[in-house]
Nanobody, 124 residues
Framework: QVQLVESGGGLVQAGGSLRLSCAAS????????MGWFRQAPGKEREFVAR????????YYADSVKGRFTFSRDNAKNTVYLQMNSLKAEDTAVYYC?????????????????WGQGTQVTVSS
């Protein structure tokens, strides 16, 4: 079992930055690849980024590539999403999740443990 709690969301102007954190409980945190997803009003939850268990590899949606950076600190049971050059279209609730499935690295179905989400609002 992994419990996840996100923080760091807020209101920021376009072009600004935010850093999201996701703290995990449980001794098995380092076993799981982790992901960030987001859901805008009226839209489906979508993949944002993924990081491997060790943090050695990261993967990003095209829409955030070059602007967002995903990292993790296994000693602190925490993952981070640094978001730079934010745009109005980045406005959404952001969720961190632990990937428990073998497949589905870039889809909601591959992740069984989810945080409650944190709101990010980018004003234009």
């Amino acid at each position: 079992q992994v419990q996840l709690v996100e923080s760091g969301g807020g209101l920021v102007q376009a072009g600004g930055s935010l850093r999201l954190s996701c703290a995990a409980s449980g001794r098995t945190f380092s076993r799981y690849p982790m992901g960030w997803f987001r859901q805008a009003p009226g839209k489906e939850r979508e993949f944002v980024a993924r990081i491997t268990e060790s943090g050695s590899s990261t993967y990003y949606a095209d829409s955030v590539k070059g602007r967002f950076t995903f990292s993790r600190d296994n000693a602190k049971n925490t993952v981070y999403l640094q978001m730079n050059s934010l745009k109005a279209e980045d406005t959404a609730v952001y969720y961190c999740a632990a990937q428990t499935g073998v497949t589905g690295s870039y889809s909601v179905s591959g992740y069984n443990y989810w945080g409650q989400g944190t709101q990010v609002t980018v004003s234009s």
